[in-house]
């Protein structure tokens, strides 16, 4: 891409100099410039009369490319980076690869993998902890960008193994419910468990899904679907 156009004029006694003279302020090479004589200069009658040569040099000086925005996903990367070793944990953050993201429409746009030795505590009580680290992390982020941002944060693929266990669960507890209509009670569980359990079974042919219960105790109840539902 074409960047600004600069010239200079410079004068010497002889256009060869002048042109000598303007390449070495230049920093150029003669086939780098466009040179342009304007006064061809004369030496006069005895030096009576002696008139510098003119000339004009001029180039196109390369616009500079802007440097690349950082990234929403290298700013959240660094961040929980930068907040874990303030913690003294020793770890390895990392953006989880596209081809293993989720591939579902409630897929987030993307997954920060924490990998490290003893982070157990990172995750905490059901998960609890993972969950705070995830919401500070968040808000650091979007007051960073300007913006809000849905990162996820997943401490030694535990959400990614939780995840699995309990779509296998939802699915063995609704063929209980289809075969002997009773309604089946989960574990409580936080918020985003929950919806782990309601998503897998939006589209049961034979159950529906409801929470019951407060705070800590919220659960999810597996019960059969009301007949024309």
Known sequence: ???EAKSI???????EEAIARGLAELGKAEDEVEIEVLTPGSRGVLGIGAKDAVVRLSFVEPKKAPPLEESVEQIARDTLQE???????????????EEEMPQDEDAPPFILDVMGDDLEILIG??????????YITRLIVSR???????LVIDVERYKARREKSLRQLAQRMAERVSFNHQPVALEPMPSHERRI?????????VVTTKSVGKGEQRKVTIVLKVSGS
Do not use: C, Y
Request: glycine share 6%; hydrophobic share 35%.
């Open 144 to 150: 960073e960008v300007q913006r809000w941002v849905s």
């Open 1 to 3: 891409m074409e960047g």
């Open 125 to 134: 009580r059901r998960g609890q902890t993972l969950q705070d680290l995830q």
């Open 83 to 97: 907040l874990l070793t303030k913690m003294g944990f020793k770890t390895q953050v990392s953006i989880r690869p």
């Open 197 to 205: 359990v309601h998503l897998t079974l939006r589209d049961h042919p």
């Open 9 to 15: 004029e410079v004068s010497a006694p002889i256009v």
